[in-house]
């Protein structure tokens, strides 16, 4: 089995910065795409940013310049440094990965529990 377990999420000032970690473990014998994801009370999950195996990123339009997506392909750890954080970026955020267990299996997609990232004055 692998888990994804998010960590770095808390409250910070409108304008602050905070980091978060997704690091996975388990049976894991490679990782392509993994990605952030946000959902805020009442609004749909939202796709923040992904970060291919090769390092190529993409971002969602109210994170670009201000967010950045990382990942340690040893560790199979993934971050995402936030800047310039707004109220608006108040939201539970979700590390989502695409594992593959073995060389002879495919790659299953999974979920870390989440965790909450608040920004208020």
């Known amino acids: 089995q692998v888990q994804l377990v998010e960590s770095g999420g808390g409250l910070v000032q409108p304008g602050g910065s905070l980091r978060l970690s997704c690091a996975a473990s388990g049976r894991i014998f490679s990782i392509s795409a993994m990605r952030w994801y946000r959902q805020a009370p009442g609004k749909q999950r939202e796709l923040v940013a992904v970060?291919?195996?090769?390092?190529?990123?993409t971002y969602g339009d109210s994170v670009k310049g201000r967010f950045t997506i990382s990942r340690d392909n040893a560790e199979n750890t993934m971050f995402l440094q936030m800047n310039s954080l707004k109220p608006e970026d108040t939201a539970v955020y979700y590390c989502?990965?695409?594992?593959?267990?073995?060389?002879?299996?495919?790659?299953?997609?999974?979920w870390g529990q989440g965790t909450q990232v608040t920004v208020s004055s």
């Open positions: 970060i291919v195996s090769g390092g190529s990123t």
């Open positions: 989502n990965g695409d594992v593959r267990s073995s060389s002879s299996e495919l790659f299953g997609n999974y």
